[in-house]
């Protein structure tokens, strides 16, 4: 067997270890028509007040940029789909929140694997990413051979359905790397884009970001969501998931076995007027660990009071 071949073995055999559900590998080079497709989105528009996204451009396109040296491109995923459900009146929060923050979940997983890499390999210079990076996750996920990028944008794996965080590591390390994944399974359905609460979903794949509910609900900053939106948002008050839950592909999710994604039982029970009577105080308390903790305690009343008018 090649060191190659031996080091793509030890890779995997890490990420199954670590309890990832995928891994797959991609030569790290500059993606060129991503750029241009980040391009346009950007000149559209499209990420609303989310400035972040216009920032490191030439680092987003291109990994070598990121690590000095970059040889691949690893992706890994993590199921986060939960084996409960909220109960009915409970203001609707999507699956990935449920449990602990995934970006210090997935941070501590990937800090483990560069140390395995480094006592299994040797010295591998390389970083760990998940969401907040400049790297474009989804992108990397489907030369990896994980899956294809659907309709509503989100990367669909064939057996088990899009309820997946991507994390990245980029090394400076040659590997085998796995094919591109060419084949689109949307066909003619178009469920998605007909259910979109706020018609964010637009033709050709493209997300129209400022539109989504997720970016009210999460990443908006103002003390009020525009009015055009009033009466669309179907009780989601943090997030959204009606995309992946209308998916036919979803059906294939099966239950996650990460205990740091086990539901935190308010988040299950809590009714409006549950978190009405919520205080700032037991709000940190019970969500110290949560990703609800982005949207802080008043943006969280602000979406509460959103949705029930
Ligand atoms: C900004 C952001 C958002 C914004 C904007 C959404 C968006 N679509 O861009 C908002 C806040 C709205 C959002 C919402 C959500 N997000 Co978000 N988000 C991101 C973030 C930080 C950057 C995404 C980005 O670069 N957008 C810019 C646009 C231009 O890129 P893109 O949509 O990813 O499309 C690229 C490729 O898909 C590709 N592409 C698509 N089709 C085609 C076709 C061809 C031919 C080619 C060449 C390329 C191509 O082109 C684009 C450029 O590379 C990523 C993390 C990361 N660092 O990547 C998470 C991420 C994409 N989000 C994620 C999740 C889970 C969500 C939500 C489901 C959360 C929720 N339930 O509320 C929703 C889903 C909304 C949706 N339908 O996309 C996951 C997706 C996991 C998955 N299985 O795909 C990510 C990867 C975070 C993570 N690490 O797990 N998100
Ligand atoms: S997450 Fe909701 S609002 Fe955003 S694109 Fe999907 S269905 Fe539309
Ligand atoms: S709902 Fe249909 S069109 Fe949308 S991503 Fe899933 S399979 Fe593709």
Redesign the pocket.
Known sequence: MSTVQKHTEIIKDIASGMGFDYCGIAKAQL?N??AK??ET?LSKGM?GT?QY?ENHFDLRIDPCKLVPGARSVITLLLNYYPAQNQSADAPKI???AFGADYHEVIRNKLKGFMQEIKEKIGEVNGRGF????P?????WA?KAGIGW?GK????INKDSG?F????TLIVDLELNYDNEYIKDYCGTCTKCIDNCPTE??LPD?V?D?SK?I??FT??LKDALIPGAMKGKFDNWMF???V??NICPWNRFAKSTNEINFTPIPEILNFSKNDWEELTEESFKTIFKNSPLKRSKFEGMKRNLNFIEQ
């Open positions: 993606l028509e991503d497709r980040l989105w990420h989310m996204m999507s699956k990935y998940v969401d907040s990076a790297v474009l996750e989804r992108a489907q990028i509503n944008g989100n990367l899009s997946f965080f991507i994390a964010a979903i794949k997300i970001g989504c997720s970016y999460i990443e997030g959204c998931d995309c992946q």
